[in-house]
């Protein structure tokens, strides 16, 4: 079992940033991936961004893409998201979550991975 807790949300105005951590804890050595997915409020969960900590490669959705930057310190089995320039639709719930089964590639839709945390709110104001 694997555990996530996330952290550092809050509130920020347009252009500003935030980081956002996410805690791994339990089982850590069986994670292959790890990501990024927020949910608006009324809109279905979108995957914004992932780590395979195999080939250490990122990728990230287009909406969010040179903006976020997701990193890892494995000392701590925590997953960084930095977001910069953010906007008004970027407010959501952001949820981190962490993949250890062996048939899932880390590229695969990331609201369907095995752990997810509880969440944390960013709320960014025009």
């Known amino acids: 079992q694997v555990q996530l807790e996330e952290s550092g949300g809050g509130s920020v105005q347009a252009g500003g940033s935030l980081r956002l951590a996410c805690a791994a804890s339990?089982?850590?050595?069986?994670?292959?991936?790890l990501g990024w997915l927020r949910q608006a409020p009324g809109k279905e969960h979108e995957g914004i961004g992932r780590i395979s900590l195999r080939e250490g490669s990122t990728n990230y959705a287009d909406a969010v893409k040179g903006r976020f930057t997701i990193s890892q310190n494995d000392a701590t089995n925590t997953v960084y998201l930095q977001m910069n320039s953010l906007k008004p639709e970027d407010t959501a719930a952001y949820y981190c979550a962490a993949e250890t089964r062996p048939y899932i590639s880390c590229t695969s839709d990331l609201s369907a991975w095995e752990y997810r945390g509880q969440g944390t709110h960013v709320t960014v104001s025009s």
């Open positions: 339990g089982a850590t050595d069986n994670i292959r991936c």
